[in-house]
DNA sequence: GTCTATAACCAGATAGAC
DNA sequence: GTCTATCTGGTTATAGAC
């Protein structure tokens, strides 16, 4: 159906995790009441309890919603290439922009800040979530890197790379002069340097041994 | 005086600044109550309010110790080395070790993750406090790296090696397999060549125009 | 589904005795 | 400097009418 597509049909659920969303990435969780939500999508702030049971839960679902939208986006760039080192490639690009993009960058940054604020089981449950993308990450590294790194080394490039790339929404700047896709070509240049002077230093060490 | 090296007589505006780091960064700074606080350095609540005037100006103070904490460490190291990289080389791995030091972590941490508790005038305090030493370590990269880097580039480059060692706050685990000062090895080798092959880069530029 | 009204609680900060 | 006691206001969540 068509109406589907039209403003007004979008559930109000979804309405509500939208302006938490960005209520929550401008003041953060716990200083946004649950009045502030309610007024900013004109309603009274005992009719959000109808839609959502806590303040909580709305917290854990503003942040699978945001890792849901960035994996969505990755992994379509993932699957057009045909070469690991273009998938690779492809993974630096597509995650920067996901990660900025307007749609996913307050539910992302959310999850980034508030974690603290998740009872345990909830916690959880993000956690697990979190835990399942990056794995499908780091085989994309893999793939591309040479078959002696351990586990341990691959880890610790992903946490350096995709540090540098969460990073950036402590300062990225929307309304700054460089375009989204220039400021992703460039840190997906710098992240293949990380991963590959790695190489480098590895072939010097096992020169060394022979 | 040898008196001020026993811990009794470590003031007890620093015994609350340390405890209130370490809470603070354990539950988040909106969730730790004053009565928490005051508890656990053995206090009722109203008598934190002798030693500082409102729970935001602890909050400033934490986060103004852990920058002077770190840019020590980190300064100190520089001013060892007499080339400039291998002051740069000394500015990433002191940098690491600094942020990830017991003494350092929790009030880094806070930095980190609770700037958006900071009322209007102290957060411009602390942010121009955080603006200085960001120029000081840029000034660290200009000096290494080649004279037709522009500002935006060295910027850039610098946000991304900054951004993730900041982000090893959210992984490092104290009691992991590797050291600290292998870490910091790892990490200045993925940060130098992602400085260094950013210069490739233009260096095939520069080819391509020629 | 939304409203009004309110319950039940907890927060930061103050005042004055000691 | 620390304590006790308390003020004032704000918070999440609920109940029942419409």
Redesign the pocket.
């Known amino acids: 159906m068509v109406e589907a597509e039209t403003p007004e049909l979008v ?3 979804e309405v509500i995790l939208r302006t938490a969303a960005r209520l929550f990435r401008e003041k953060g969780y ?9 007024n900013a999508v ?17 917290l854990a679902e503003v942040m699978k919603r945001g890792l849901d939208l960035a994996s969505e986006q990755v992994a379509d760039a993932i699957a057009a290439e045909s070469t690991p080192d273009a998938r690779l490639k492809a993974m630096f690009r597509s995650y920067l922009k996901a990660l900025l993009s307007p749609e996913c960058r307050d539910y992302m940054t959310v999850l980034l800040y508030d974690f603290r604020s998740l009872p345990p089981d909830l916690a959880r449950e993000v956690h697990g979530y979190r835990t399942t993308q990056e794995n499908r990450w780091r085989a994309v590294l893999r793939e591309s890197l040479s078959d002696d790194w351990s586990d341990a080394e691959i880890r610790l490039v992903s946490q350096f790379v995709f540090g540098a790339m969460c990073w950036s929404l402590q300062w990225y700047n929307p309304s700054g002069t460089a375009t989204l896709d220039e400021l992703a070509e460039q840190f997906m240049q710098m992240a293949m340097s990380a991963c590959r002077v790695n190489d480098c230093t590895r072939e010097e060490a096992a020169k060394d041994r022979t």
């Open positions: 559930p109000q659920r716990e200083r946004t009441t649950v009045r502030d939500l309610a004109g309603l009274q702030s005992g009719s959000l309890f109808h839609h959502f049971a806590t303040k909580t839960e709305i």
